[in-house]
């Protein structure tokens, strides 16, 4: 039963360009996260997403980032327009029902980004 | 709103030795878990122990342990007989009971634990 997977490990965008990371949750679990780390600093919650809603996104900018979990597919989170304080590690986690702390998150790898 | 903080920025141990890292927190919640992640070079977060609040006994994982200290807000990891491969970046975490947390982590800082030969 593979964990969370993230890809694409690393991205390097210019600014101005587009960046699109995608996450495929543990098998079974509906419910996903997406957390930010800017260097040298802990884990910033964006936004949480079952299939095809997005529940909670009071973490995310205004501007720029979207994320999506589709019905098929694995959940998007993309960044438009990237600017030099987008670079960082975007981590994925998915968890079986809502977290209650009981069902705690699993974790991908993460995927991170430069932007030039 | 939540806070987590850790004040060690970096902590060093000799290998088989114990350290302690420090975590403390700030919330007007009652019921809630916190939680200790390991984030090694390869930027995996992995969950070494959790605790809830409810709970007055430690939580204990082989060689990890907590001391949960409720009315003092503190949440600190002991680890013992430090390992090499113990030598990543810990982060303390929160998330409170019910309402709308969700997966809503409240993460610290992080503290990074080299274990030396």
């Known amino acids: 039963n593979a964990g969370v997977m993230q890809n694409p490990r690393h991205l390097v965008r210019r600014r101005g360009q587009e960046a699109r990371l995608r996450c495929s949750p543990v098998?079974?679990?509906?419910?996903v996260y997406w957390y930010r780390q800017l260097p040298e600093e802990g884990l910033k919650f964006m936004v949480y997403l079952q299939k095809e809603n997005i529940i909670d996104e009071s973490g995310m900018p205004k501007e720029r980032f979207s994320a999506e979990f589709p019905k098929e597919g694995p959940s998007i989170l993309r960044i438009q327009q990237v600017v030099r304080g987008d670079s960082a590690a975007y981590f994925c986690?998915?968890?079986?029902?809502?977290?209650?702390?009981?069902?705690?998150?699993?974790f991908g790898a993460g995927s991170r980004l430069t932007v030039l | 709103a939540q806070t987590v903080t850790q004040s060690q920025p970096e902590m060093s141990v000799q290998e088989a030795e114990t350290v302690t890292l420090s975590c403390t927190y700030d919330t007007s919640e009652n019921n809630y878990y916190l939680f200790w992640y390991k984030q090694p070079p390869s930027r995996q977060m992995i969950l070494v122990i959790r605790?809830?609040?409810?709970?007055?006994q430690n939580a204990t994982e082989n060689r990890f342990s907590v001391n949960f200290q409720k009315a003092a807000k503190s949440f600190s990891l002991k680890i013992s007989d430090s390992q090499l491969g113990d030598t990543a970046m810990y982060f303390c975490?929160?998330?409170?009971?019910?309402?709308?947390?969700?997966?809503?982590?409240?993460f610290g800082q992080g503290t990074i634990l080299t274990v030396h030969p």
């Open positions: 986690a998915s968890s079986l029902r809502g977290v209650s702390g009981a069902n705690v998150l699993t």
């Open positions: 605790q809830e609040a409810y709970k007055q």
């Open positions: 098998k079974g679990h509906s419910h």
């Open positions: 975490a929160f998330i409170p009971l019910g309402g709308t947390s969700y997966g809503k982590l409240t």
